[in-house]
């Protein structure tokens, strides 16, 4: 397993297994907690598993936790995802920006992201498996959500005519969703 820097969002990195592949199919190895130390990370941080399951053109995000924020480790176990992260850290010096990757169950890579940054993923099979490892327990009273289609970040999604949660649909304007966030 290798680790490699996200150039677009500091603190963020991609970690990519190596399969071993025959014709049984493939084993590999997703979570090392020595390849996640070498870069800085605490591999006994993470408090929390969780996953969930996406149907082809499902959306969901964006989404971040107010306070201390949450990191988090996202892989795509089965089927494929559009993955964004926007760094919403006012000191990082990526400050704004975006980074897009496909995720996916055949490379089984996964992308570290840092506390701070806005998540969403859209599903592009016909069912995608996301798996989360967070660095804090879960409350729903810090979530903060912002629009999918804000146009101050004019993400590319691939597939028209999202399917999402209410929740997900009347999310607010970035600029709204920051001064939640400082709350």
């Known amino acids: 397993m290798k680790a490699t820097e996200v150039p677009a969002i500091a603190g963020a990195y ?33 408090v929390q598993d969780s996953l969930s399951r996406s149907v082809r053109g499902v959306l969901r995000g964006l ?13 795509c176990s089965y089927g494929k995802i559009f993955d964004v992260v926007v760094d919403l850290r006012p000191d990082s010096p990526t400050y704004r920006n975006r980074a897009f990757f496909e995720l996916s169950g055949e490379t089984q890579v996964t992308l570290y992201i840092p506390a701070g940054c806005a998540h969403g993923f859209q599903a592009l099979t016909e069912t995608a498996d996301i798996s989360y490892r967070i660095d804090r327990p879960h409350d729903p009273a810090e979530d903060v959500t912002i629009a999918f289609d804000d ?12 399917l999402m949660s209410w929740r997900d649909q009347e999310a607010p ?10 709350s």
């Open 63 to 75: 989404h971040l936790r107010s306070g201390a924020g949450e990191a988090k480790l996202v892989r």
């Open 173 to 182: 304007r970035l600029a709204e969703a920051l001064k939640q966030k400082e």
């Open 14 to 46: 991609l970690f990519e297994p190596t399969p071993y592949a025959d014709e049984r199919g493939f084993f590999c190895r997703t979570f090392d907690a020595d390849v996640v130390r070498s870069v800085g990370l605490d591999p006994d941080a993470f």
């Open 151 to 162: 146009p101050e970040l004019g993400i590319p999604w691939p597939l028209p005519a999202p």
